[in-house]
């Protein structure tokens, strides 16, 4: 009974030390990525560095949701400007359908990039809790690496708290596009219903390519509208690394 309890105690301490030295890579886009020392049992298990650590992993998270769903946002735009002809019905009720869902994504994103705003002005205090932690815990150590070890942690924590403003900014600067990619979304599924309109009642399984290039023209013109959105979507995800 007591090896298996010591057998549990030691997985518990062996996967908390790996999910800490993993931490860096998994808080990419909200903090350092430098490989750290194995912090010491105690201060790793301290409750302010558990929750430090699991602050950084749930942005982490979120931030790969946001730009998960900013990709979904683009498809159909990125599926219009590959489209050399649109004289099918079923193709054009392909992408018109493709405008539909990218729409209710847009307002997943908005709820995501929020949520992620949310967290972030939660975060400062609870990194700079986790840093304090490891600055209190050094001087349990007479071990000169134990107490450097912990004064790595506190670094990297105090580095993660003061980059959150930075990583404010990121989101803010997202969001600031969402409203008006929100309505040229809105307008591109409309200017799609309009066409898929005119194809079903035009004679004939197909559009010729003569009557339907005008149309076609019109509608890769209007979302290059969504360049905007496309620019600052790329500018958060590079602004994590």
């Known amino acids: 009974m007591k090896s298996t309890m010591m057998k549990s105690t030691m997985m518990k301490s062996t996967m ?18 430098k490989q750290l020392p194995e912090p010491p049992e105690a201060a ?24 998960g769903l900013g990709d979904k946002v683009m498809q159909p735009v990125k599926l219009t400007r590959a489209a050399d002809r649109l004289v099918e019905i079923k193709k054009v009720k392909e992408l018109k359908d493709a405008y539909g869902s990218a729409l209710v994504t847009l307002h997943a994103l908005d709820e995501a990039t929020l949520a992620l705003d949310r967290e972030l002005r939660h975060a400062g205090a609870s990194y700079g809790a986790g840093a304090q932690c490891f600055r209190d815990r050094a001087g349990d150590y007479r071990d000169g690496k134990l107490k450097d070890a912990c004064g790595s942690w506190a670094g990297h924590y105090e580095g993660l708290r003061d980059r959150v403003p930075y990583h404010r900014e990121r989101v803010a600067a997202l969001r600031k596009e969402l409203p008006r990619t929100l309505e040229l979304m809105r307008q591109s599924g409309q200017i799609l219903d309009d066409y898929y309109l005119f194809v079903s009642q035009y004679p004939g399984e197909t559009l010729p390519d003569t009557v339907a290039a005008p149309y076609v023209q019109n509608v890769k013109e209007y979302v290059r509208q969504f360049e905007g959105f496309e620019a600052a979507l790329e500018s958060y995800r590079k602004g994590g690394n």
């Open 16 to 33: 908390m030390k790996s999910t800490l030295l993993l931490l860096p890579l998994l808080a990419a886009g909200v903090g350092c990525q």
């Open 44 to 67: 790793a298990g301290d409750p302010r560095s558990v929750a430090a650590q699991k602050m950084a992993e749930q942005l982490a998270g979120q931030e790969k949701q946001v730009i």
